[in-house]
Structures are given as C-alpha cells and as structure tokens.
C-alpha cells in the first residue's frame, strides 16, 4: 500500500499531561508545508468536550480538524481525537469507536500507532511527547518493527514535566530520535524528504542508480559482516535500504557513500544500524518456529517428572515490556492444562527498566500487536477491552516481574529455563561471556537456555549442549563444573574462569605470580605445594604433588578438596576454612596420607594467605611437608593405633561428642522443618502481595489516567484562563478607554460594575461596587430609575430616557438595557449614559432654523400682501397694477436669488445693484468698486430700495432718456458707530420737480430705510436728477440672518 | 383724534407690514401708537403713552420684542403677539400669550383685539387711499 504518488508519511502524535505546551512546541517548530498528516491522540476526559483543535489551532497556519469518522488524512492538515472515542485507522482511513463507558480507555496512543504502523507501514511516524505514564511505548515498538520512524521528547528546560510516556518509549530502544520537541518538526521534514530521495534513486536513475544502489549495499553488509559476523545479504532489499536511510536520517547524512564511511569508523554506529536491522520487535509468539520448539521439546520436559508439590522455575531477564514472557507463560499454562498434578510454576521476569515493567505488569496490549496470537488463544487468554486486550488473571500469576540486572545483582538460581531472546545482541563480548556463565549457574543441570536466533553460545560447549541450533535452544550439561554453587558474595561479578581477573589487573601476572610463589617457597621450604584460591579450586601446582592429590573420577576438577587423596581431604578443608577466615597461616601436623600403593605417608599441612593477594581475589598457598620416610600399612595403623591411656580417653571423648552432634542434627533437623513452614507461608503472604500490589497497580492505572486527564483538563482551562485575561483585558481597556458612562446593576440595583465615565455622573468609587446605586447622589435626579429598572426586567426590552441635568448644559441619553445571562435570562440592568449635548443642540438648532423660515415665509407673505394692498392703492388701473405688483415681487426675487446663492450669509452690495439695474441696462450706470457686503435683511430692504429707484429712473428719471446717467456709490463711515452710507445720484435726465404728493416709492424707500435698515433716507428731488442718500449703521455679519 | 379710542401700540419692524396693520387698525377705530420696530422705542411709549393694548412683532431685526412683553405683562397691559413663528417656538413664559401668525387677516385682527380692549365705538371704516 501508499507505494502511488499519494503516499506521505501520517505523523500519529500522543501526549497526555503537559502535552499542550509540548504541542505548542512542536508546532512552532515544524513548517506548515511539511507534507505529512498529523493525527493527535490525547487522553481526554470522556465527560467533556476537548477545546484542543481550537488551542491547537492557535500553535500552527495548518488546518486543525476533530477527527471523525471516515475521515482520510491529507498533508498538511493535522487531525485531533474528539472526547469520547477511540481512534483506529484503516486503509489511510480513520476511524471512530465509542469506548466502553464503563471503563476507561487506557491506552488510546498505543491503539492508534499500532494500527497505525499496520496499516501504513514505513510510513508511520510516531511521537510521544509529555505523559504521565507509559502509553505509547508498545505504539512505537509496532512502528519501529514496520520500519516507521519514532521519535520521544526530551526536555531541555527545567521545568517539571511529565517525562513517563517518552521515557518509556526512549527506555524501550525503539525511538530513533530523541529530542527536545521543537527539534522534531526539522527531524520529521527531514524524513519526508527522505522518501523521494530513495525512490529518486530507484525510479529516476534508473541503471545507473541501481547499480549504486546494490554497490552501497554490498559495501554495507561487507561491514557487518566483518565486524559484527552476521550476514545480511540475504535481506530483503527494500527494508534493508530503508533502515540503513533510517540510520542515515538519524545521522544527518545525505548519501550512502557517506554512510559506509561512517560505519568504517564509527563501530558504535555499525552497533545501531545492527540493532536496527535486527529489530524483531518481541512480540508474541515472534519467531513461531522458536516457540514452536519451545513448546514441543522443551516445555513438556520442564515438567515431567514434577508433582504438585514441585516447582517450575523460569527467568527471563531483559524481559522489557513482557511480551516475550506472556507468551512462555501462555505455553506453560496451555500445557499445565494438560496435566493432573500440576506443579508450581514460576517465572522471574526481569529488566533494568521501571518504566517497561510497569507496562508490562499492565498486561494490556493494543489489538494490533497481537497478530501473531491465534483467535484461540486470543479468546482463551485475553480478555477484550476497547481495543485493547487484557491477559488473563491465570496467566498474569504465573509471572513475577521485578527490577533486577543480569550483570549486576546476585542471579537467580535453580532455574528450569532461561529465556533470553534479543539481550545478548546488546553486549559486548565481555559482558556477554558473564552473562552466560550466569545462565550457567542459575540453571540447574540440565536446565533449558532459549536465546535469540542471532545470538548464540557455541563457544562454551563446556557448559552448553545445543538441543536445536537454528532455534537457539540450549541445554547445561549435567556434569559440568559447578562447585561455586553459592557466590561467595552477592556483589560484584560472580567467580569467573581465573583467566578473567588478570586482565582486571586485580590479581597477579602469570610471570610474577611464578616469580613470588618461588620466591616464597624456597625461603621457607621446597616441599610440595598448591595455590588455591578461596573456593578451593587450584590456581596453581608445584611438582611432585601426585603424591598426595589425585584426579578423580568423572569431569576434570580443578577442587582440591576433590583431589585430595585419601585421608587429606577432612583435614584440609578444615584448614583451608580456618585460613580464609582467619587469614593467618594455619598448621595441622601428623596427618596420614595413603598413597597409591597402601602406603602410609606422615604429612604436615600448612595454609596460609598468599601474599599480595587480596580480598575476593586471595589466594592461598597450601604445602605438604612430609614427616619422616613412607611407612607400610601396618607401621602406619600400628602408629595410629597404638593402645594407650591417651587413645581411650580420647575415644570416650569422641563418643560423647558423637552423641552431642546427634542431637545437634536433631534440633537442626526440626530448625529446617520450622524453616519450611516458615518459607511456605512466606510464599503465600507473597503470592497475597502480589495481588495486592496487583490491584494496587491497576488503581494507581486508574489514578494515573484521571490525573492525565485533569492535567489535560487543566492545560485546557489554563489556555481558556489565558483567553478570558486577554478577553477581560480588552474589556477594561474598553471601559478605560470609553467616554460612555455605563454601569452594570443587579436585580436589587446594586453595582456590579462601572465605566469611568460614570464618575461624571455618580459621585461613585471603586468601593461602592456591591452598593445600590440608589445609594449614591448622582449630579441629577432620576426619580424614575427604579421603576424603568423594574420594567426592563419584567418586558426583557430596553427604555431610553433623556435626561437633563442641572446647570451645566449637558444632555444625556440614559439607556436601560436588560443584562442577559447565558440562559437569556434577565440578571441586571445595564445603564448607559450617552452624552446627546452636541445631538439636542443639533435639534435644537434645527427646530430653531425652521422656525426662522417659518417666520421668514409668513412675513415674506404678510409682506407681499402689504406690497399688493399699496400697489392696489396706487396703481389705478388693473393693468398697471399687475405690472407693478409682478415687478416688485421679482425685484425681491432677484435679491432673494443673491442672497440664496450665498447660502443666506451675505450679499456684496455691488452684486445687488447689477442684479436690480441690469434689466434697465449697466451701460449708463457709474457704479463704486467699494465691497461692502450686507447681512440678508439689509441686502432684501436695500433690494427693495434699489428697485424702486431704477423703476422710478426707468419711467420719469435718468433712465427714460438717452442722456440721462446714473452714479451709484458707497462707502464705510467711521462715526460713532460704523454705518454705511448709499448715495444715488441721477444726471443727463428729464427735469425734475418735487412731486406734490409723496408716492408710494419715496414713501417704501424711506420707510424701509428707517424701520428695516434702522437708518434713514435723504431725498432730493434735484433739477439735474433725484440724489438720494441712504445712511444706516453697519450690522455685525454674523453670518446667521 | 380723540382720545377716547382705545390707543394700540404696533411694534412691527417691517415697514410695509406695519402699514397695513396700521391702516386696518385705524380702519377699525383703533388710535396707533407707532408702529415702531425696535424695543427701545417700544418701551418708550409703553411708558409714555400707557397703550390700552399692544400687537408685538416678536422679532425685531436683531433683537426681539419679549422684553417689551415682559413690561407689559408687568403693567397688566394686554397684548398679541403677530409672527411667523408658531406657538411652540415661543419660549415657556411667553407660551400661554395670544399669537397671531403672520400674514394675518383683518378679521383675525379685529377679533384679537375685540378680546383684548372693550371694541371701540363704530368708526366710518372708510378706507385712506
């Protein structure tokens, strides 16, 4: 599968408590256009909804979704687990499933990744990011088998996070990249990278690039070969290449070339990349051939012969995250199902690893690492829990996990059978070598060895006898050596073949050794003598020792006590235990040898401490030193024997203690006894713990997954806190920063809270917040406010009121809105004080504005009618009468069109003149330059003037004539008051006389210069023309008519 | 004239319209006072010639006629006002005073003033050319 174009690596992302930072950090870290799909599976709360894909959101440009069902990822977008389900994936597929709600879901990333490395294979990449337990780790094994690649956060700050889930995962050796979480976005970019590279070589380059392709691989397993003896060439090529891509990665190196290179020099590296292609992730049942044998040949062996009352022994050490031990647990129970007198079984699980253990004493595992489970053993065995499957209480009682070092504490002993896959590959050789003295050991004869299929212990065929080579199970050979049954002591490295300490330097070199003993020897005797270290075995002989030490029957021994010859071997056991313990040189004279031939040899013994030897390593020099010559039997037994008063005191002597040794067996024979019992209730009291520690376990499971879960919860509230400070933050800013005046009431009208702005209003202070507001003067009266309060809360509708303060002239709009809680509910009343001064002023401007064009329409009207009533009077006939009265109503047209072309502000007066003479023609007009303007209502009285002079001109005046001419001036005078004087001045026309009876005209032009211009008109009538002069003060231009 | 007609005082600053109210109030029998258009000659003759009534132009070019309504309310002189503004534009003292709005009819007029001196004794009405 993926192998089309659409293949790109699924990131499947776990994190738990503290894993909303690391996400932070992790998406900060890693460019929006990686290529790869991200899935995030956390634990969540199945009671709430999850606000991550929001909080996630935040952290990357990328497009955040939940997760749903049927969902199919695409790069570049990152997918988040909802609450409340479990997350598998199929054919690139997601999937939902609601969990059990009576249970919690334990483990959801291991579900996922494994699932995920099933279906995708080298495509899946898992991290593990901060978490408080160890889910995730058994996801990542899945992965790292497939070929995926794994990468687990370290923390580089130093604040407490919690490391479980990654440690876990690190401790379990299947990460590739451990790192602090912002370095993993360049790690993943870098892997997706990686794929086109490789395809590039095979697809793009065709020949030649599969030439270089198997020319770098060739090169590879030529190293590993030599170095390490293991032959890979027989691998598949494609997960070949892509594991050493894999190492590549890890390295930062580009190229191949640059790889062997590396592994050339760097025997570490040709160690991982070993490690790396072996990675058989132990699973169960894996390798079935193995345990296939296991069963058949082994198992059924363990347990022959045992009764009920017998114990089945098995250790595994390494055993990591309990796979391995699981599946000879379910062996043995399938077997003890067979038998009718079942014995005891027992096996030791053991690993370095907390974290490991912990999981592996869950006893639960995801659905996708059980592939190599057979349904029947799957249903016999495994209990199903949302995905996840959960051994059986008879097979998890057969096993005892603790934390214990193969290499460092005291081994376990009589052991039926030793499984060790996949440890060994570990080691060094060293290490290795007393690793398997240690097996050696702790199995009893003919006890079982299972190792993995690349490890191996043909070079002890001493010790080992293999029952099946290709299967690497091995069996101790009855008969072998094993005098130190006991270790003398529990630390430290167990007594190994001597050849070991020298290179330790502890002990002393063969040439110096040589050299001190004879030096020691010659200067005290030259007899026969041994050096032996503490366990009796002979490290070194001196000749002619044949006398008194002989081999024994069967295996070759190097025990002196067992090749002492007859005779020898009380006495020298004797001295040899007082010697070690006492270190000092001990001495046992007169002891009788019998040699070969019956003869009797006199010897004395003497053991000391070697010199310049130590400790552990103390070695001690035993001589004999024969007395007198060789004697026959009999002068021998003669010697021994010899009646004598000594002889029967002595034997009485001995009698008596015969019979005190009696009863000492005895009494110890009832301590054992009592010891017995004591141990079995031991057992029992232990086998109590251990399901009590069991349960305990799963509680602290429980505890552990809600912590996560409140953790998460809390990481959640924490950015939902940050959100509501920003949010809060704005909002004060707002009320600083507002000049609207609100205040926040509750149903009793006390305050909740207020805008500054409300200090204009209230004489309020931060304390009064919790006071009525009633309580508090305000700067005017609202005698209302309570009843419009009560109203909004009954109608759930807003009121608005103006209000008018006292005195200082500002308005305000007090606005009464109901306060709704999320329920929609009435809580308060929310008041607002707007200030609407600049607003009423405006209407107030405005009623005033069309009141003044109210009164300036009717008075114009009232004028017009006064005009028709004089001009009536006046006119005599009906014609004229329509003549005038049209002529007057234009002429204040005309100086309404002016003035309404300067907006009603001024009116230049030379502008009036043009408009009132041109109908009667400029040309003989001299008008002045001087600009004058004049507020409306002169310029419309003026107007008036203007256009019953030139009427007047046109008929009986200066304008009637060719000749005639009229000059217009004015000007400013600066008398007491500012006034403008008008001046018409009539020339060239017909003679003028002072008319009898003052007409109309002189009358309007006069009195308008007294009651609108508030001036006065001078009219005379002169012979060469009218001259009439208008003075009126000057009004202030104040623009507003 | 006799001064046993009612004497009415017109402060009116638009002169055509002071004539013709002048012309209808003499028509009706009525002694003029005025017209006059500003207050402060308004307020001499309320104090000079102690008018039986009053027709108050309410604006006077730059200024307006309440002050002189104001002497008058002191001296329980009766008055209306004649403008072209509307009742509502009047500020609160002044609300309640009698207004007629402009272009006012003679018989608006005379009914006004009928309200507010006793109706003078019929004159000949008729009309000054």
């Known amino acids: 599968m993926g192998e089309a174009s659409v293949a790109f690596p699924i990131v499947g992302i776990g994190a738990s408590a503290g894993g909303v930072e690391a996400l932070e950090h992790f998406f900060k870290g890693l460019p929006a256009d990686s290529g790869c799909s991200f899935v995030i599976v956390t634990h969540l709360s199945p009671d709430r909804p999850s606000l991550l894909a929001e909080i996630v959101s935040r952290f990357t440009s990328m497009p955040v979704y939940v997760a749903a069902e049927g969902t199919v990822p695409q790069p570049d977008q990152v997918y988040v687990l909802p609450a409340d389900a479990i997350l598998g994936i199929e054919n690139r597929t997601l999937s939902l499933r609601k969990p059990n709600s009576a249970k919690r879901e334990r483990k959801p990333v291991d579900i996922f990744l494994s699932q995920l490395a099933r279906d995708i294979g080298e495509y899946a990449v898992g991290v593990i990011l901060s978490g408080g337990d160890g889910d995730g780790t058994l996801g990542i094994k899945a992965i790292k088998e497939r070929g995926g690649f794994t990468l687990a956060q370290t923390w580089d700050g130093t604040e407490p996070q919690y490391m479980g889930m990654p440690q876990s995962a690190i401790a379990s050796g299947m990460i590739d990249v451990a790192t602090p979480v912002q370095e993993m976005g360049r790690s993943i970019v870098e892997f997706a990278r990686s794929f086109g590279m490789l395809e590039r070589l095979e697809v793009s380059g065709a020949e030649d690039g599969q030439r270089l392709l198997r020319a770098a691989r060739a090169d590879i397993c030529a190293l590993l070969r030599n170095q390490i003896g293991h032959d890979f060439s027989g691998y598949k090529e494609k997960s070949f290449l892509r594991r050493v891509q894999r190492r590549m990665h890890v390295n930062h190196i580009d190229t191949l070339e640059a790889y062997a290179e590396k592994l050339r020099h760097d025997p570490k590296e040709i160690g991982a990349l070993f490690r790396d292609l072996l990675i058989n992730v132990t699973n169960f049942f894996r390798d079935a051939d193995a345990f296939e044998v296991l069963e058949k040949s082994v198992i059924p062996k363990l347990f022959a012969g045992r009764g009920a009352d017998d114990t089945v022994r098995v250790w595994v050490p390494g055993c990591a995250t309990g796979e391995e031990v699981f599946s000879i647990a379910i062996l043995m129970r399938e077997y003890m199902d067979t038998l009718s007198a079942v014995p005891r079984v027992q096996i030791f699980a053991t690993d370095i690893d907390e974290l490991a253990l912990s999981v592996a004493r869950a006893a639960r595992y995801p659905e996708a690492l059980l592939d190599s489970v057979s349904a029947a053993r799957r249903k016999r065995f495994f209990t199903a829990e949302d995905g996840s499957y959960l051994l059986t209480k008879d097979v998890r009682e057969l096993c005892v996990f603790s934390s214990h070092s193969v290499i460092r504490d005291p081994p376990f002993s009589r052991l039926d059978l030793i499984s060790c896959r996949n440890l060994l590959i570990y080691f060094g050789p060293e290490v290795q070598n007393q690793v398997i003295m240690t097996f050696h050991y702790a199995l009893r004869p003919g006890g079982y060895l299972f190792l993995g299929t690349s490890e191996n212990v043909t070079q002890f065929s001493d010790f080992f006898v293999a029952l099946d080579k290709k299967q690497r199970v091995f069996r101790r050979r009855e008969g072998a050596p094993s005098h130190a049954r006991v270790p003398l002591v529990a630390s430290g490295l167990r007594p190994a073949p001597f050849a070991m300490l020298d290179r330790r330097g502890r002990g002393l070199g063969g040439m110096v050794l040589r050299q001190t003993v004879e030096a020691q020897v010659l200067d005290r005797f030259a007899p026969a003598h041994v050096v032996v270290n503490r366990d009796g075995d002979v490290v070194y002989y001196s000749p002619r020792t044949g006398k008194y030490l002989e081999a024994t029957a069967g295996v070759p021994t190097r025990q002196i006590l067992a090749m002492a010859r007859k005779g020898l071997r009380l006495d020298l056991r004797t001295l040899l235990r007082e010697a070690i313990e006492t270190e000092q040189r001990v001495i046992r004279q007169g002891v009788s040898v019998e040699t070969e031939e019956g003869q009797i040899q006199i010897v004395n013994l003497s053991v000391e401490p070697l010199a310049e030897s130590s400790g552990e390593d103390r070695l001690f020099l035993l001589v004999f030193a024969d007395v007198g010559k060789l004697l026959s039997r009999e002068e021998g037994v003669q010697r021994a024997t010899a009646p004598d008063e000594t002889a029967a005191h002595l034997e009485r002597e001995l009698r008596e203690s015969r019979e005190r040794l009696q009863s000492l067996i005895e009494e110890y024979e009832t301590a054992l006894e009592e010891l017995k019992s004591s141990n079995e209730e031991l057992v029992s009291v232990n086998e109590e713990l251990q399901s009590t520690n069991e349960e305990l376990e799963s509680s602290k499971e429980e505890l552990q997954s809600v912590n996560e879960e409140l953790h998460t919860v809390n990481a959640e509230l924490n950015g939902k806190v940050e959100m509501l400070d920003r949010s809060n933050s704005d909002l004060t800013n707002l009320f600083e920063s507002t000049r609207v005046a609100t205040v926040f009431l509750d149903r009793n009208l006390v305050i909740r809270s207020y805008t500054p702005a409300v200090s204009q209003i209230f004489n309020i202070l931060p304390t009064d917040r919790g006071r009525p507001l009633t309580d508090l003067s305000s700067r005017f009266s609202l005698p209302t406010l309570a009843d419009d309060v009560r109203e909004v809360f009954n109608s759930g509708k807003s009121l608005e009121r103006t209000v008018v303060p006292d005195g200082n002239g500002t308005y305000f709009l007090l606005r009464l809105a109901p306060y709704r809680d999320q329920s929609a509910g009435v809580e308060g009343v929310v008041l607002t004080f707007v200030d609407v001064t600049s607003l009423t002023r405006a209407e107030q401007h405005q009623r005033r504005l069309i009141a003044e064009l109210n009164h300036r329409v009717k008075n114009m009207l009232a004028i017009v009618i006064a005009i028709a009533e004089q001009t009536y009077r006046t006119a005599g006939d009906p014609a004229t009468f329509k003549v005038r009265l049209v002529e007057r109503i234009r002429g204040m047209a005309r100086s309404y069109e002016l003035l309404s072309h300067e907006n009603w502000h001024t009116a230049r007066v030379e502008e009036l003149v043009r408009k009132h003479l041109e109908p009667f023609g400029m040309e003989r007009v001299n008008m002045g330059q001087i600009d004058i303007r004049l507020p409306p209502r002169q310029a419309l009285s003026l107007g008036m003037i203007l256009h019953e002079l030139a009427t007047n001109a046109s008929k009986y005046g200066a304008l009637g004539t060719s000749q005639g001419r009229i000059g217009i001036e004015w000007r400013e005078e600066h008398a007491e008051t500012p006034a403008i004087a008008f001046h018409w001045r009539e020339i060239g026309g017909p003679k003028v006389a002072k008319p009898a009876r003052e007409g109309f005209g002189v009358k309007l032009i006069r009195q308008e210069a007294i009651y609108a211009l508030r001036g006065c008109a001078h009219i005379e009538f002169k012979p060469e023309g009218l001259d009439v002069v208008v003075r009126f003060p000057r009004e202030e231009l104040n623009g507003d008519g | ?129």
């Not at chain 2, 000079?48 to 070019?61: F, K, V």
């Not at chain 2, 002044?94 to 004159?123: F, M, N, T």
């Open chain 2, 1 to 129: 004239m006799a001064e046993s007609r009612p004497k009415i005082l017109i402060v009116e600053d638009e002169w055509l319209i002071a004539q013709f109210l002048e012309e209808v109030l003499e028509g009706l029998g009525y002694h003029v006072l005025g017209p006059v258009p500003s207050v402060r000659e308004a307020l001499t003759i309320v104090v000079s010639e102690m008018p039986d009534a009053a027709i108050l132009d309410i604006s006077l070019g730059q200024e307006n006629s309440l002050a002189v309504a104001d002497e008058l309310m002191r001296k329980k002189i009766p008055f209306v006002f004649s403008s072209g503004y509307m009742r509502v534009d009047l500020p609160e003292p002044y609300s309640d005073c009698a207004i007629l709005s402009k272009p006012i009819s003679e018989s608006e007029l005379g009914k006004s003033l009928r309200s507010l001196v006793h109706r003078p004794e019929p004159q000949s009405s008729e009309h000054l050319g």
